[in-house]
C-alpha cells in the first residue's frame, strides 16, 4: 500500500553489520575480549549456514540475517585494503628498510620450509599429485595480516617479526597465484611470461606512486587542511588509498600493495595524525565485514559430520607452524619468548589462503571438495587465532620464567613515562630518588619483565592506544614523558596528548634540535634534544678538566642554549621561544 516501507537487501544487510558492531564492540571490550571472536560468532549465526537456512520456514528471519553473502566480498576486501593502509601509517620508508633483513630472510625462509615441508606430507602420505600438494601445502603457509597485526602491532620484538613475515607473504601471493596458474592442466604457454610482464609493469608503477607521492601529497593534505573541512580531508584519504590500491591491482599486483605504499607515503608528511585518526572508524568497521563474511563460510554441520577429521586437520596445521616459525625465530636470535609467542600467533592459515584455494580451484588444480574442506579448516584456524594470541603469551611467560604481576593501581597519581628503555629508566630512577611515584609503559613485553625483575614499576601496554594510558590515570598524572626513541611516534603521540589533554605536562626526548622543533609544533611542555644536551656536557667536562673556571664554562654553556632556543624559534616558526631546561647546571 501507499507509504510502505521496504528495505532492499543490501539495507537490510547493512542494518545487520551495524547492529551487529553495535554489540559485539561494547559488550566484548566490556569483558576485555578482542571483538575479532564476536564479529565471526556474528557471522555464523546471521550467515546461510545459521539462521540464514531458516528463512525459508521462518520468512521474518531474513530481517536478522545476511541474504547475500558474496555481496559483502567488497566490503570485505576493503577492510582488508585499509588495514594494510593503516599499518603504512605506523611505519616509514627507514623503518621498513630497517626490516628488509626480517622481511627477506625470515619471510621467504618461513613461507619456504612450511610451504616445502606441507606439499611433501600432502605429496608422499595423502597420494596427492605434486601440483596440487604444492598448491595446498603454499596456501596454508599464509597467515592472517588481517587478524594478528591488529593483535601483535608493530612495534615490540613480537609485531616486527609478524610484521615482516606478512609483508613477505603479502609480496608472494602474485607470484604464487601465477605459478598456479601456469601449472594448471589447462595453463597457457605464456603463463611465465604474464608474470614477468605483471612483475615489470608493477615495479613501473610502484616507482611512480612513490615519485608522485613524494611531490602530490603533502600538496593535497595541505589544501585539504586548508579548507579545515573534515569531509574534504576524508576524501582525500580515500582518494590516495583507493587509487594507489586500484594502479597497483590494474597491472596485476595485489591491491594491498598499493595500500601499503600508500601509507607509507602520508607517514612521511606531517598530516599522518590527522589521517590515521580520521580512517579509524572505516578501518574497523571493514574489518569487522571481513570477520562476518569468514564467519558466515563456517558450516556447523559440515564440521559436525567430519568432527574427527577436521579437528584432527586443524590441529596439525597449527602445531606444525608454530613449531617451524618458532624455530627459524630462535635460529635468527629472537629470545625464546618472543620466538613462542610469535609461532604459536602465526599458526593460523590466512584470508590469502581462501584466494590461493579459489584461485587453484578455478585452475583445476585442487579438486573442489578437497579445497572446500581446507576452506572449513581455514575458517576455524582464523576464528581461534585471537585464543592462540592469548596462548602465546602464556606459553611466552613459561619459557622465558617470567611471572603473572599484580595490575598497576589505577587511583594511584603517578607521573608516566613512555618507553622502558635506558632512557626511561634513568628518568623512573631520578623520580625515585626524590619520591615521585610513577609508572613505565611499554609494547615490548621483554623490556616490561626485565624492567620488573629490577625492580622498576612497569607494566606492558601500547601508549599509541588511548585505552593504555586512560587504564594509567593519565588525567590525573602530574605529567606524561616520552623516551621512545621513534621520532614520528613521539610526534604524533605529543599532539594527540596536547589535543586530549590541554593543561598536561608533556616532557619529550628529541632525537635532535629539527625534531625537537617539531614537538614544540604538536604541543611539548619541554623538548630535550639528545644530541644538544650530550654535546653541551662533554664540552663542559672538556674545559673544565683543561683548566677553565667553572663560571665562564657555564656562562658559555648558557648562551649556547640561548642561541639554540633562538634557532628552534626561528626555524621552527614557532610563536614563543622554547625552554630547554634539560641540565642541573642551568636550574
Known amino acids: 500500500m501507499a507509504g510502505e516501507l521496504t528495505l532492499s537487501p543490501m539495507m537490510s544487510d547493512a542494518l545487520v553489520i551495524l547492529g551487529s558492531a553495535g554489540i559485539v564492540i561494547p559488550v566484548f571490550a566490556r569483558f576485555r575480549v578482542t571483538p575479532i571472536i564476536g564479529f565471526i560468532l556474528i557471522g555464523i549465526l546471521v550467515g546461510p549456514y545459521g539462521l540464514g537456512a531458516l528463512v525459508e520456514r521462518i520468512p ?26 593503516a599499518i603504512g601509517l605506523e611505519l616509514s620508508f627507514n623503518r621498513l628498510w630497517q626490516l628488509r633483513r626480517l622481511v627477506f630472510g625470515l619471510g621467504s625462509l618461513e613461507l619456504l620450509i612450511i610451504g616445502s615441508i606441507s606439499a611433501t606430507f600432502f605429496g608422499y602420505y595423502s597420494g596427492m599429485e605434486t601440483v596440487p600438494a604444492l598448491a595446498l601445502g603454499f596456501a596454508l603457509a599464509f597467515s592472517s595480516t588481517a587478524i594478528v597485526l591488529p593483535m601483535s602491532g608493530t612495534k615490540s620484538p613480537v609485531g616486527r617479526a609478524a610484521l615482516s613475515m606478512l609483508l613477505f607473504e603479502d609480496i608472494m601471493i602474485v607470484p604464487i597465484i601465477f605459478i598456479l596458474g601456469a601449472l594448471a592442466p589447462n595453463a597457457q604457454a605464456d603463463g611465465v611470461g604474464g608474470l614477468t610482464d605483471t612483475l615489470i609493469q608493477g615495479g613501473i608503477v610502484i616507482v611512480v606512486l612513490l615519485v608522485v607521492g613524494r611531490l602530490a601529497l603533502p600538496r ?14 576524508l576524501a582525500a584519504s580515500l582518494l590516495v588509498v583507493i587509487g594507489a590500491s586500484l594502479a597497483t591491482a590494474a597491472t596485476g599486483l595485489s591491491p594491498i ?18 589521517v590515521e585518526s580520521i580512517m579509524e572508524p572505516f578501518k574497523g568497521l571493514a574489518l569487522g565485514v571481513f570477520l562476518i563474511t569468514i564467519g558466515m563460510s563456517i558450516d556447523v554441520m559440515a564440521i559436525w559430520a567430519d568432527l574427527g577429521a577436521v579437528v584432527s586437520a586443524v590441529v596439525g596445521v597449527l602445531v606444525f607452524k608454530a613449531i617451524v616459525t618458532g624455530t627459524l625465530l630462535r635460529l635468527m636470535g629472537a629470545r625464546r619468548s618472543t620466538a613462542a609467542e610469535t609461532g604459536v600467533l602465526m599458526a593460523s592459515p590466512s584470508e590469502t589462503t581462501l584466494i590461493v584455494l579459489a584461485a587453484a580451484t578455478s585452475a583445476l588444480v585442487v579438486d573442489e571438495e578437497t579445497a572446500q574442506f581446507w576452506q572449513i579448516v581455514t575458517a576455524i584456524g582464523l576464528t581461534v587465532t585471537p585464543l592462540l594470541a592469548r596462548l602465546g603469551r ?3 611467560r613459561r619459557v622465558e620464567g617470567v611471572p603473572e604481576l599484580p595490575e598497576e593501581d589505577e587511583d594511584e597519581v ?8 635506558r632512557v626511561g629508566r634513568l628518568v623512573a630512577d631520578m623520580l625515585r630518588t626524590h619520591d615521585q611515584t610513577y609508572v613505565i609503559l611499554d609494547a615490548d613485553p621483554d623490556l616490561i619483565a626485565n624492567a620488573k625483575r629490577d625492580g622498576y614499576r612497569a607494566t606492558f601496554g601500547d601508549a599509541a592506544r588511548g ?9 590525573k598524572a602530574p605529567a606524561v614523558v616520552l623516551t621512545m626513541d621513534e621520532p614520528v611516534l613521539a610526534q604524533r603521540l605529543v599532539g594527540k596528548l596536547r589535543d586530549d589533554y590541554p593543561e598536561l605536562l608533556i616532557v619529550a626526548r628529541a632525537r635532535d634540535t629539527d625534531h625537537a622543533a617539531a614537538l614544540y609544533r604538536s604541543g611539548a611542555s619541554h623538548a630535550v634534544p639528545e644530541n644538544l644536551e650530550s654535546s653541551l656536557q662533554l664540552s663542559e667536562a672538556v674545559l673544565v678538566d683543561i683548566g677553565i673556571a667553572m663560571g665562564p664554562v657555564i656562562a658559555s654553556i648558557h648562551a649556547k642554549r640561548d642561541e639554540y632556543r633562538e634557532r628552534l624559534e626561528k626555524d621552527g616558526n614557532l610563536s614563543s621561544r622554547p625552554k630547554l631546561r634539560t641540565s642541573v647546571t642551568e636550574a
Open 220 to 233: 593535497l593534505f595541505s589544501q585539504a587542511a586548508r579548507t579545515k573541512s573534515p569531509e574534504l580531508f
Open 257 to 274: 600493495v598499493g595500500a601499503l605504499i600508500a601509507g607509507l607515503l602520508i607517514a612521511e608528511t606531517e598530516y599522518h595524525g590527522e
Open 394 to 396: 602464556v606459553i611466552a
Open 414 to 421: 603517578r607521573t608516566i613515562i613512555v618507553g622502558g628503555g
Open 60 to 85: 521474518w528471519l531474513q530481517h536478522i540475517t545476511i541474504s547475500d553473502p558474496d555481496s559483502l566480498t567488497p566490503f570485505a576486501d576493503f577492510g582488508i585494503i585499509l588495514l594494510l593502509f
Open 467 to 475: 585505552d593504555a594510558l586512560s587504564r594509567l590515570g593519565i588525567e
